[in-house]
């Protein structure tokens, strides 16, 4: 699972460690955010893309289903933003306790455990200045949405914050907060710095892990 803030290289990183894969004769898929056939649905991208929400969709089923077939398959599954950005994140945004954080990413986790997952984060060092050159170098209506979003967050509202200002101190509350989860997670996650990263290192990381007894 490769996750991290917007604009840390979540999708182009999967795509890469995919293709750096199968170049050595390995089988490798990945799924990125808003792929169609995405074998876990999410009410965030169901809402970013416009579709009709499945609240049954977004259940334990299909990461349950994904192990099963990740255990038949033998190959590696790479998922982009599945976890963190697109299921606990929302979360966290929308006022979620830290108990229900915790069970909605154990449960997954749990469900999905066959697979033996592992989940790779990439870390932004200065997310204020991260964003700031996020919003400069995308488009005026990506920007307005981006921002609309975090200002109608109930995590927005109990802070009395708006704009980029709420969305920089958003970020980093949430990157404080899902480091600290991810040191509890021992082996099964990997902290890395954003943009910084050889895929050769980083497939030889997947594929140790990836041949652990789950």
């Given at each position: 699972?490769?996750?991290?803030?917007?604009?840390?290289?979540?999708?182009?990183?999967t795509?890469?460690?995919?293709?750096h894969?199968?170049a050595?004769?390995?089988?490798?898929?990945?799924?990125l955010?808003f792929?169609?056939?995405?074998?876990?649905?999410?009410?965030?991208?169901?809402?970013?893309?416009?579709r009709?929400?499945?609240?049954?969709?977004y259940?334990?089923?299909?990461?349950?289903?994904?192990?099963?077939q990740?255990?038949?398959?033998?190959?590696?599954?790479?998922?982009?933003?599945?976890?963190?950005q697109?299921?606990?994140?929302?979360?966290?945004?929308?006022?979620?306790?830290?108990?229900?954080?915790?069970?909605?990413?154990?449960t997954?986790?749990?469900a999905?455990?066959?697979?033996?997952?592992?989940?790779?984060?990439l870390?932004?060092?200065?997310?204020a200045?991260?964003?700031?050159?996020?919003?400069?170098?995308?488009?005026?209506?990506?920007?307005?949405?981006?921002?609309?979003?975090?200002?109608?967050?109930?995590?927005?509202?109990?802070?009395?914050?708006?704009?980029?200002?709420?969305?920089?101190?958003?970020?980093?509350?949430w990157?404080?907060?899902?480091?600290?989860?991810?040191?509890?997670?021992?082996?099964?996650?990997?902290?890395?710095a954003?943009?910084?990263?050889e895929?050769?290192?980083?497939?030889?990381?997947?594929?140790?892990?990836?041949?652990?007894?789950?």
């Open positions: 699972m490769i996750e991290g803030p917007i604009g840390a290289g979540k999708t182009s990183l795509m890469r460690l995919a293709e894969l199968e050595k004769g390995l089988e490798a898929r990945a799924f955010e792929d169609a056939d995405h074998p876990i649905r999410t009410e965030q991208v169901d809402l970013l893309v416009g009709e929400p499945a609240p049954k969709a259940g334990l089923d299909p990461w349950a289903r994904l192990a099963a990740c255990v038949v398959n033998r190959g590696v599954v790479l998922l982009d933003a599945t976890l963190i697109n299921t606990l994140l929302p979360a966290f945004a929308n006022g979620a306790s830290e108990a229900q954080l915790v069970d909605l990413a154990t997954r986790l749990a999905v455990a066959k697979a033996n997952p592992l989940i790779v984060y870390r932004v060092d200065d997310m200045a991260h964003l700031e050159n996020l919003h400069k170098s995308s488009s005026r209506d990506w920007s307005a949405r981006n921002l609309a979003w975090i200002d109608g967050t109930e995590w927005t509202r109990a802070k009395g914050k708006k704009g980029l200002a709420a969305l920089v101190a958003f970020h980093e509350a990157q404080t907060w899902i480091e600290a989860w991810l040191a509890q997670q021992g082996d099964t996650s990997l902290v890395l954003a943009h910084s990263l895929i050769g290192p980083l497939s030889q990381l997947v594929l140790k892990h990836a041949a652990k007894p789950s």
